[in-house]
């Protein structure tokens, strides 16, 4: 299996723009995105389906994203709902995966053992 590692500076999250300012910023989301929590799904979902253009990162079809979520407990405690967000929404995108029989895309890790 392809893993891509893609580091978000959580550092400069503080609320939900910066949250989507930071993830369109590191995933390529076309100038169209949303800036919600759908409209991130939307794309996450789609990051091994280069053709539907919702991100400028992709993998092949057996590959998966590895999101390195850096300075992540400072972002916890300053942007819990965002934390939340992008944990529970994560899960959606895998949950939503294995329901259709495809395989889990989106792996989370945090560089803080107290998360």
Known sequence: MDIVAV????SRITDEASFHAAF?????????YGNNMDAWI??????????????SISVPPDGAILVKLDKAGGMKAR?????DDVVECAALVNWRRVQM????????????KDI
């Open 24 to 32: 369109a910023e590191a995933f390529g989301f076309p100038s169209w």
């Open 7 to 10: 580091t978000i500076d959580c």
């Open 42 to 55: 939307d794309c996450m979902s789609s990051l091994d389906d280069p053709d539907a253009g919702m991100t």
């Open 101 to 112: 029989g495809a395989r889990p895309l989106l792996f989370l890790a945090f560089d803080d």
């Open 79 to 83: 942007a819990t709902r965002q934390f």
